[in-house]
């Protein structure tokens, strides 16, 4: 099994800039892809960002220029610098990532999500 944990939301002021992070553990043989996805109230879940093990990244459109995703492919770790944050950017943003076990190929796995708050 792969774990997820993401950190490093809160309440910040629209404009500022904020970092998450995630780390994934587990019994990881390799890990294909980890991505960013975020859930505003009463919304769908959207894909913000996310990085290959080639690290090619994909940025959302609402998100490009204002955010990166750092990843480091040896500790099994991205982050999302997040930059010139908007009050629409109120979501809890949740860390996925497509990975390889000893049992399992190609799995995606959730973290349970970290809220992010940006105040007008």
């Known amino acids: 099994q792969v774990q997820l944990v993401e950190s490093g939301g809160g309440l910040v002021q629209a404009g500022g800039s904020l970092r998450l992070s995630c780390a994934a553990s587990?019994?990881?043989?390799?890990?294909?892809?980890m991505r960013w996805y975020r859930q505003a109230p009463g919304k769908q879940r959207e894909l913000v960002a996310s990085?290959?093990?080639?690290?090619?990244?994909y940025y959302a459109d609402f998100v490009k220029g204002r955010f990166t995703i750092p990843g480091d492919h040896a500790k099994n770790t991205v982050d999302l610098q997040m930059n010139s944050l908007k009050p629409e950017g109120t979501a809890i943003y949740y860390c996925?990532?497509?990975?390889?076990?000893?049992?399992?190929?190609?799995?995606?796995?959730w973290g349970k999500g970290t809220l992010v708050t940006v105040s007008t």
């Open positions: 587990g019994s990881i043989v390799r890990i294909n892809a």
């Open positions: 996925n990532a497509d990975a390889q076990t000893a049992i399992n190929y190609g799995v995606t796995y």
């Open positions: 990085i290959n093990s080639g690290s090619g990244t």
